[in-house]
């Protein structure tokens, strides 16, 4: 069998352990030549490294193992580029929060103000980072975790049309199927699912198992009996178990489909707000919680040089849905993933040009995705107005156009007020210094 050349960007991730595990625990089928780790921060990298490569040393002593911060290193001649880099850090996705919440808005992640501004920052450092790729491995496959997907998605589109190599994948769809076989008790391998929207911001309508029994009005009838947790609700922190007890809410009020966890932002932004602490938000709990777990737990493994009496942090869902969509796209075996994907009639009634999230199948010659036809109307009103609002973003960076970074802000759902969004977009300017393009 073929030995691959694949290469892990943002190497000192907080998620790292958790894919190089994916990766020996895959290895009989997705055998590695060569494994690069590569990212901007040496130190940070070198932790996670080194306990990385412990890990192979024992699992896959067949495989090479790098690590550099050297970009000929690291992109020549590779066959997959798994990526998942936070341009500016953990202190940044701090301000992303606490900017927005201090101005009455909501601070997240990927949603809202935050997301606006964690997206203004991906985009130069991924548009450098397709340009370096390209430069040494034209043919390599790109596929991209790094956040907010949807804005990187829809700017790489713009930036790169010819690129056809180039795959932006989240992993919340694979963790609610997770969640949803616990529920139910069955493996989510049994079901096909069928699902619409933009990355964060989607809806499962159908769960067929081989039969075609859909079993998505099973599980609504029991989220909106018992509730609803994540598939690994006991390694959870509070905010993810809140986040997923949102779904019932959801439910009671838009009972036809299971909607995304991270709806939840834009549906209840007043209600959301008031519940989120301003000052303790998401980022402290990750800094204090996943993130010094796993270096902690990185520098024990090369303290006692071995990984067997560890347990490296890891996130199943997440580090097998990067591998096992590389796999099937190396092997041609054309399974279904949820993915994020140019519209081009997906879903029937909203813009061509919008990088929708969709089932799909997943070969050597790319994706075929499944169409979901025409949306009703208020899910074709809030597609249409966050898809809006996320060209408006990636064209404010392209055109370094404030007019349209306060559009954008505007048309957030967890904005709304025009004067809110400007405040908050003023504050956010200041605090993006150097990372962002000059906005007039
Ligand atoms: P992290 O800060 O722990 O890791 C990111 C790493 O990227 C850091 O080591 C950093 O030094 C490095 N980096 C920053 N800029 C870089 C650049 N230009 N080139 C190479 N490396 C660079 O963050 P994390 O929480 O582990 O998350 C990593 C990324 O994965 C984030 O973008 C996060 O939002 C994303 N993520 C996405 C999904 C999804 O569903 N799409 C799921 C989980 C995480
Ligand atoms: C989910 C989302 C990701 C997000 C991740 C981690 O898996 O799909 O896009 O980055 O959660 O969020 P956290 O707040 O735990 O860092
Ligand atoms: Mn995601």
Redesign the pocket.
Known sequence: MKKFKIVL????????PGILKSLTNHKETFPLDQIVL????EE??SI?AQAGEILFREESPETKFIYTTDKEIAFKDKDFIL????????PM?LKDEQIPMSLGVIGQ??CGPGGFA?GMR?IR??I??VNDVRTYSPEAWII??????AIVADALSLVFPEDKKIL?????PVNLLRSYGRLMEVDEKIWEPVYFGL??FGWFTHLYDKDGNDYVPLIKEKISKDGFIPVDAEQRDKSWLDTYGMVKDMLDDFPDYLPNTYLQYYLYPEYKYHKMDPINTRAVE?MKG??KR?FEECAAIVAANTTKDSKLVH?DA?GDMIVEVAESIAHNRNQIFIVILKNDGLIANVSDSAMVEVAATLGKNGPRAFGVGEVSTFYKGLIENQFAYERLTVEAYLEGSYKKALMALTLNRTVIDAKKARKVLDALIEANQGYWPALK
């Open positions: 960007v943002g190497g000192g991730s907080t998620w790292t590569y990212d901007v921060d940070r990298q996670v990526c998942q880099m936070r341009t500016g850090g953990y996705r992640e990927t964690y991906s450092d991924m450098e980072l991209n975790y790094t956040n907010p997907a932006n994948i989240c992993d919340q990355n964060h990750v996943r993130e796993v996130n997440h």
